[in-house]
Structures are given as C-alpha cells and as structure tokens.
T-cell receptor, first 113, second 111 residues
Framework: DAKTTQPTSMDCAEGRAANLPCNHS???????VYWYRQIHSQGPQYIIHGLKNNETNEMASLIITEDRKSSTLILPHATLRDTAVYYC??????????????FGKGTHLIIQP | NAGVTQTPKFRILKIGQSMTLQCTQDMNHNYMYWYRQDPGMGLKLIYY???????DKGEVPNGYNVSRSTTEDFPLRLELAAPSQTSVYFC??????????FGDGTRLSIL
C-alpha cells in the first residue's frame, strides 16, 4: 500500500467546513483512497472512499486531485461530535488476500464551539 | 443487526495467564480481522481470515493465535500474556469489495 502523509492535528470552528488534507504521492493506478475516523475509545468508522472521481455521501465529500497524488476530505458542517482522529488510507480494493488496512497516526481534528 | 460484537470490553491479566478475546459478526461477512492499537498509534494487523477454516498472519502475529471454525466467529487467543500485549484490540469484518466494519474494542492490561 502507498504511504500517506497527514497533518498531526487541525482545529475547525463548529458549523464551518472542515477540510482534511492527505498526500499520497506514490499511489498506484489501482489503489483507492479510503477515509476512516476514530472517535475516542471507539472502533474506527468508515467514512468514504474513491478511486479518481470526487465522491460524496451523507457524511462527507472526497476530492481527489487529477494526478491522484493528494486528496481532501470535507466535512461540510462540522459539529462537536466530529472531533476524532481521521485516517487516510490507500489500498488496492481486492476481493481477497492480505488486505488489512494500514493505519498511520492520522489527523486529530478538534471542533471548537 | 448487532454488527461486530467484541467481548469482554475490559480485562486485566497477570503475566503468564491466557485468555481468549471473542469476536462475532452477524452480517455473514467472509473476511475478518484482528488489530491492536497501542496508545497514540494507528492500528496494526495481527491476524486475518478470508473465510471459515482459513486464517493467516498479519504484521504482528507473535504471541497470538486465531481460529475460524464458523463464518460468524473469529476468536483471538493469548497463550502466555506479556506486558507488551497491553493494548486495545479491535476486530473487524467485511464482505467482498466493501469497507471494513469495526467492533468497539477490548481494552486489555497485562500486569
């Protein structure tokens, strides 16, 4: 899996959009970008994933640059409950084999009231 | 659906004791995983299974064993507990080409 680089921590005001960057300059053509988050003391929660097109779901939007070397997770209207560690993970979306997720240290997003 | 259920939620062991961490899922997922998370760090893969009767080692398997006799259950066994195994353990499952679903973890302390 390609290596990812994320800022250690970020702050965002409640109600504003939170934009979390991720660099993955060595990403391969068949690797997806996944985002998970981990709220304190809970298991990681899947947010969104994409290959090369921008994606949106009920939780967030994912913007992937044209060269696919970086991406941004957008939480459109952050709330206090969005305070968590956010992990950007790059992996091949395969149907079998050793496809455990490789977690780095992630970005600690703190939503300020 | 209950999703991925882990028991116990907390446990304290003495050095050299053994125990089994339980994980069960009711989503009929083929793939199951065990991770550990040390303080301030990301998760590391211990063992995984691609279906009943099939298991394989992840990044940090030493000191652990697993079995997968049914689709639903994937227990993790510690035979001789050591202080280095103090950690939070997460179980996860998924179906083909779908994201992993995680349990809420087991917090284990070895004293």
């Amino acid at each position: 899996d390609a290596k990812t680089t994320q800022p250690t921590s970020m702050d965002c005001a409640e109600g504003r959009a939170a934009n979390l960057p991720c660099n993955h300059s060595t990403i391969s053509g068949n690797e997806y970008v996944y985002w998970y988050r981990q709220i304190h003391s809970q298991g990681p929660q899947y947010i969104i994933h994409g290959l090369k097109n921008n994606e949106t779901n009920e939780m967030a939007s994912l913007i992937i640059t044209e060269d696919r070397k970086s991406s941004t997770l957008i939480l459109p209207h952050a709330t206090l409950r969005d305070t968590a560690v956010y992990y950007c993970i790059v992996r091949v979306d395969s149907g079998g084999g050793a496809d455990g997720l490789t977690f780095g240290k992630g970005t600690h997003l703190i939503i300020q009231p | 659906n209950a999703g991925v259920t882990q028991t116990p939620k907390f446990r304290i062991l003495k050095i050299g004791q053994s125990m089994t961490l339980q994980c069960t899922q009711d989503m009929n997922h083929n793939y199951m995983y065990w991770y550990r998370q040390d303080p301030g760090m990301g998760l590391k893969l211990i063992y995984y299974s691609v279906g009943a009767g099939i298991t394989d080692k992840g990044e940090v398997p030493n000191g652990y064993n697993v079995s997968r006799s049914t689709t639903e259950d994937f227990p993790l066994r510690l035979e001789l507990a050591a202080p280095s195994q103090t950690s939070v353990y997460f179980c996860a499952s998924r179906s083909d080409n779908q994201p992993q679903h995680f349990g809420d973890g087991t917090r284990l302390s070895i004293l």
